[in-house]
C-alpha cells in the first residue's frame, strides 16, 4: 500500500523531479506508518525512481530526455512478450475486463477526462499483467510503466489520448481474441505511439 501511494505520488508528479522526499511528510500525507513508508523508499531507490544522495538526502529523481527513448525500447520488449503470454493464458473473465478497461480509456479520450484516461490506464495494465501469469515480465516492466506515465503527466499537453486509446484497444482485442501476434502486434502499436510522443517532446 504504501509503495503504490507513493508511486501514485511521484508518476502523477505530486511530487516533483528533483524535490526532497521526507518521510514524516509522506507518512502523514499518506496515512501510512513511518516503518512502511521507509521501506517503500527503499524499493524505489533500487528502481531508480528515488536518488540517494549525500548531504542532500532522498531526492526524487529527475526525467532524462534522452534516457526515456532507451526506457520506451526496453519496455517494448517486455510489453511484447506479457501481451503473447496473456493471449495465451488468460481466463475468458480477465479477457473481459482488458476490454472494458481499453473502452473506458476511449471514451475517456472523446471527453478528454485525463485523470480518467490514466485510471483506466492503470487498470489496464494490472489486469494485463495478472492474466499474463509471467511474474518476472511483470517485475521488470513496472518500474518503465512508472517512468512512463510520469513522462506522460510531465507532457500530456503533448499527448493524443485518441491516439492512445486506439493503441491500447489494438492491444487488448489481440490478447481478448487469444491471437498472440495479434496481442503482440497492438504492444508494438502502443510503444509506437508513446515513442512518437517522446521525440516530439525531445525535438522541441
Known amino acids: 500500500m504504501a509503495y503504490d501511494a507513493i508511486e501514485t505520488l511521484i508518476s502523477t508528479l ?16 499518506t496515512g501510512l506508518g513511518r516503518t512502511p513508508v521507509r521501506e517503500a523508499l ?5 528502481i531508480g ?15 532524462d530526455l534522452a534516457d526515456h527513448l532507451d526506457v520506451i525500447q ?17 481466463t475468458a473473465a480477465l479477457r473481459q ?36 501469469r509471467n511474474h518476472s515480465a511483470v517485475k521488470c516492466v513496472v518500474p518503465l510503466i512508472v517512468q512512463c506515465r510520469r513522462f506522460w503527466y510531465a507532457y500530456q499537453h503533448e499527448g493524443e489520448l485518441a491516439e492512445g486509446a486506439r493503441a491500447h484497444m489494438a492491444l487488448a482485442e489481440g490478447i481478448a481474441t487469444g491471437d498472440e501476434a495479434a496481442a503482440a502486434a497492438g504492444a508494438n502499436q502502443l510503444m509506437d505511439y508513446l ?8 525535438d522541441q
Not at 527503499?42 to 533500487?46: E, I, N, P, Q, T
Not at 525512481?49 to 526525467?63: F, M, T
Not at 482488458?98 to 490506464?121: P, T
Not at 515513442?195 to 525531445?202: K, P
Open 42 to 46: 527503499l524499493r524505489m531507490v533500487s
Open 74 to 90: 526496453t519496455r517494448r520488449v517486455l510489453e511484447c512478450l506479457i501481451a503473447a503470454c496473456s493471449a495465451r493464458r488468460a
Open 49 to 63: 525512481l528515488i536518488e540517494q544522495q549525500p548531504r542532500r538526502g532522498l531526492l526524487v529523481s529527475n526525467i
Open 195 to 202: 515513442e512518437r510522443f517522446a521525440r516530439r517532446i525531445i
Open 14 to 29: 505530486e511530487m516533483r523531479p528533483g524535490s526532497p522526499v521526507v518521510e514524516a511528510e509522506i507518512a502523514e500525507r
Open 97 to 132: 475486463e482488458i476490454l472494458r478497461c481499453a473502452e473506458n480509456m476511449r471514451l475517456a479520450a472523446s471527453k478528454g477526462l485525463i485523470d480518467e484516461y490514466m485510471r483506466a490506464d492503470h487498470e489496464l495494465d494490472l489486469a494485463n499483467h495478472q492474466a499474463s
